[in-house]
């Protein structure tokens, strides 16, 4: 156990719904990112935060956003869901905010969009 | 479990042979490289990490190599058993934004 939760840990939705997914950090990590892995991506990173402000940007369409809680727990929200929005979404977190320590990653929610 | 189902590398050793799993990272800026290993349905699980200023470590049944002349991370594996059966990601640090860029992985398949 990475000591990192996400839930749900599978959510089925339809094309043009909104999904949020959670995520709580390991205790004491301020660093959490945000991972979506699809069958013929591998793992792209999203999004960074940093004691709740963002951090770092990575491959993140505009119709998803986050937000990293006060108590440190972030959510990830998918809307106007397409169908290849279908992966899986993995949180990770860390100490510090990336400089050279090692991420902690969730079991990942596994979005199906139908 | 749950497979990714990537269309990934694959590596296919005998039990008890030692694996040797390579990557090639993008920036030259990263300073700390990690490797991941993911089973099948789990998130990917920490194996071992390596700052730039060094060019090996190893921990148990583990030794990670860099090599920043080409670019080039391996991961080897001594004595590989079933239950390393897994994709192994490397993963790199550094830039502005210090935030965790992956590699494509590779899918190590220990025959019994």
């Known amino acids: 156990d990475s000591g990192v939760t996400q839930t749900p840990k599978h959510l089925i939705t339809a094309t043009g719904q909104r999904v949020t997914l959670r995520c709580s950090p390991r205790?004491?990590?301020?660093?959490v990112y945000w991972y979506q892995q699809s069958l013929d991506q591998g793992l792209q990173f999203l999004i960074q935060y940093y004691n709740g402000e963002e951090r770092a940007k990575g491959n993140i369409l505009e119709r998803f956003s986050a937000q990293q809680f006060p108590d440190l727990h972030s959510e990830l929200n998918l809307s106007s869901l397409e169908l290849g929005d279908s992966a899986l979404y993995f949180c990770a977190s860390s100490a510090l905010g990336g400089l050279g320590t090692e991420a902690f990653f969730g079991q990942g929610t596994r979005l199906t969009v139908v | 479990g749950e497979s990714v189902g990537l269309h990934l590398p694959t590596l296919s050793v005998q039990e008890g042979d030692n694996s040797i799993i390579n990557c090639a990272y993008s920036?030259?800026?990263?300073?700390?490289f990690i490797w991941y290993k993911q089973e099948s349905g789990k998130g990917p699980q920490f194996i071992i990490d390596?700052?730039?200023?060094?060019d090996k470590r190893q921990g148990q049944r583990v030794t990670v190599l860099l090599n920043k002349t080409v670019k080039h991370l391996s991961l080897q594996i001594a004595a590989t058993q079933p239950g390393d059966s897994a994709v192994y990601f490397c993963a790199e640090i550094g830039g502005s934004q210090g935030n965790l860029i992956f590699g494509k992985g590779t899918k190590l398949s220990v025959k019994p």
């Open positions: 205790s004491g990590d301020l660093s």
């Open positions: 390596i700052r730039s200023n060094m």
């Open positions: 920036n030259s800026a990263s300073d700390y």
